[in-house]
């Protein structure tokens, strides 16, 4: 099973799961950075707070991200200048350099254990063929004051063609920060509640959340869950991808601090060390796909692992694990008001969203309080961007309607279930339906149906993960049915395992 | 022209009825099957549309054409309904399949009559 270094490093939280119904001015819907970072600031404010997770605090995409920390962008800020212009690149350098700062300073303020440190930002071709990207680079780097050095060579084991170093980025476990910050929120007017899956949201004046224990009444509602729960016109424009990362262990090398990312690349698009009293990490990331749209996921991991072994003298892999993230239509986040008064989202992050995250709660603050924010107006969630989302807007939606062609008569993996393996999972037709099976360790069957409770496609087997995901809009469940992440709301419907294909 | 928007709907019909077994059943119908019976009967009544503008024949099939966008009103409600998990009122499901087979008939009858 994969397990996020960040998580395994981090304290553990223990706050109750909601089992009343109570009345507050915020209700927040997820424990990310987006989340607590938003309740840390509003409860600041002296607004009444309720934070609810699922699981546990930083036990979703936050504690599963890179931990890196940076002005720059995941589609480089000359891609956002081309696409959108000067203006709005600079912003997006400056909004997010904010953010960074902004994490720092609430480290020193409240003595936050997440091992935070500034650190340099690489960008490097191994061959020539990228390199007018790293030109493109520098140029719009000097076009905001962003200080690039040109290098020749790394400071890691990898030939270059051509590489730039920024400095000043930074880096930090974002599992600790998360958790370190939520103890330092004023527990009078904030609540946190883990364990507390919200599977309704009836929407009015006031909003009412139901969880399985209690309900929660709130004026404004924040989804900080990445794709927001529930349907939104959004969700056509953000795209679920999953990442792979890995934390190798060295026999020998110390190598410097830093966030490296390779321009060119088709598989493993980053780098970062870690370094702990048990030795010397370094983190090699990379492997994007759409959710729920490959087979045989394990490979990712193989790959990363056979790289990191041709770079460095690596002893063993001690963690691996993977995250999702949306990649927005026209390059930026969507972040404030939805459609729905009083519900606000932030998503579209790309594999920008630890501070797009913190971005995201200076927004809220702002907007919750009735205040203006410089940055809001840009990420607004409600804009309409057809010329600048077009191309990737068509590109995606007809991915998404060629994923529903998967629920046609007779398009099933398995006919039987004595088809699924041991640990293995199977989309199987029964009285035409499509199942999900899920055949465990001990040889249960465990059967549900195989349409996404989101949207209705057909879940996909994830045998990285042991879990179903779903192919159009991200949703994933676990192997027994409950939801892990994405706008599902509720678990995938349970079937009789008692049937005909099973003899 | 005629002929070929005929192909297309009455294979959207089809897939209609195999539909509308599930919403009898009150079950839910595969997506993939009503994207593909949705965009059928689409490019039917897209080809009597340009049909329609552009010959010169005498009869330019505009009450079959008026008769399928009515059963594609029907059609956007109910799949709009169905992808929001919202109840699938079952009388508007037969009417919109009615209204389908009684389009097609009314064409056939003014093709082959």
Request: glycine share 8%; aromatic share 10%; hydrophobic share 40%.
């Amino acid at each position: 099973m994969t397990r996020s270094l960040w998580k395994a490093k981090a304290q553990k939280t223990n706050y109750p799961a909601l089992k009343n119904n109570i009345t507050v001015d915020v209700a927040i819907v997820g424990g990310g950075i987006t989340g607590i970072t938003s309740a840390y600031f509003l409860a600041k404010e002296g607004k009444k707070v309720a934070v609810l997770e699922s699981h546990e605090l930083a036990g979703g995409t936050t504690g599963d991200s890179t931990g890196n920390l940076y002005k720059m962008v995941d589609k480089r800020l000359h891609h956002i200048q081309s696409k959108w212009d000067e203006k709005t690149a600079r912003a997006v350098a400056e909004s997010r350099a904010a953010a960074v700062d902004l994490i720092e300073n609430l480290v020193k303020e409240h003595e936050i254990k997440c091992d935070f440190k500034r650190v340099p930002w690489y960008l490097f071709s191994e061959t020539n063929k990228k390199d007018e990207t790293i030109e493109k680079e520098i140029i719009t780097a000097k076009d905001y004051g962003i200080k690039a050095d040109t290098l020749q060579e790394l400071p890691i084991p990898v030939q270059v063609s051509s590489a730039i170093k920024v400095e000043g980025q930074a880096q930090f476990n974002p599992a600790a920060f998360v958790r370190g910050l939520a103890e330092k929120i004023d527990s009078e007017n904030c609540h946190i509640y883990e364990h507390t899956n919200v599977h309704h949201i009836e929407k009015g004046e006031d909003h009412v959340l139901s969880t399985q224990h209690g309900t929660v009444t709130a004026k404004k509602v924040i989804l900080a869950t990445h794709s927001p729960k529930g349907i939104y016109p959004v969700q056509t424009a953000i795209y679920p991808h999953r990442e792979y990362a890995i934390a190798a262990k060295l026999n020998s090398g110390d190598y410097p601090d830093g966030i490296y990312w390779d321009t060119e690349a088709t598989f493993h698009t980053s780098m970062r060390t870690f370094k702990n009293h048990t030795g010397n990490y370094v983190l090699v990331l990379g492997g994007h796909h759409k959710v729920g749209q490959e087979d045989n996921y394990e490979r990712f991991f193989e790959k990363l692992e056979q790289h990191a072994r041709k770079l460095f003298d690596v002893a063993e892999i001690e963690y691996k694990w993977s995250a999702q993230h949306y990649k927005p239509a026209d390059g930026l986040p969507y972040i404030g008001e939805s459609s729905d008064d009083g519900i606000y989202f932030a998503t579209g992050f790309s594999t920008d969203g630890l501070t797009y995250g913190v971005l995201s709660a200076m927004i809220f603050k702002d907007l919750l309080s009735g205040r203006e924010n410089e940055w809001a107006e840009l990420y607004k969630a409600k804009r309409f961007t057809p010329i600048k989302s077009a191309k990737n807007y068509i590109k995606e939606n007809i991915n998404v309607a060629k994923q529903y062609l998967k629920d046609l008569p007779g398009k099933a993996e398995a006919e039987r279930f004595y088809e699924v393996g041991i640990g293995e999972g199977k989309v199987v037709e029964v009285d035409d339906e499509k199942w999900a099976v899920y055949k465990d360790e001990t040889g249960q069957v465990h059967c549900h149906s195989a349409v996404c409770t989101h949207m209705d496609c057909i879940v996909d087997w994830n045998d990285a993960e042991k879990s179903w995901d779903c192919p159009c809009h991200g949703s994933r469940f676990e192997a027994t049915g409950d939801v892990i992440e994405g706008p599902a709301f509720s678990p995938l419907d349970k079937r009789d395992v008692k049937s005909r294909k099973d003899s | 022209m005629v002929l070929t928007a005929i192909i297309l709907i009455s294979l959207a019909v089809i897939l209609g009825l195999y539909m509308i077994k599930f919403v009898l059943q009150k079950k839910n119908p595969p997506k993939g099957v009503a994207i593909v019976h949705g965009t059928l009967a689409a490019l039917g009544i897209l080809i009597l549309l340009i049909y329609a503008l552009t010959t010169s024949e005498h009869h330019k099939h505009w009450d079959s054409f008026a008769i399928f966008f009515t059963a594609a009103i029907g059609g956007i409600y109910l799949f709009s309904k169905d992808i929001r998990h919202k109840n699938i009122p079952v009388w508007v499901a037969v009417v919109h399949g009615a209204i389908g087979l009684t389009g097609l008939g009314w064409i056939l009858y003014h093709v082959t009559g």
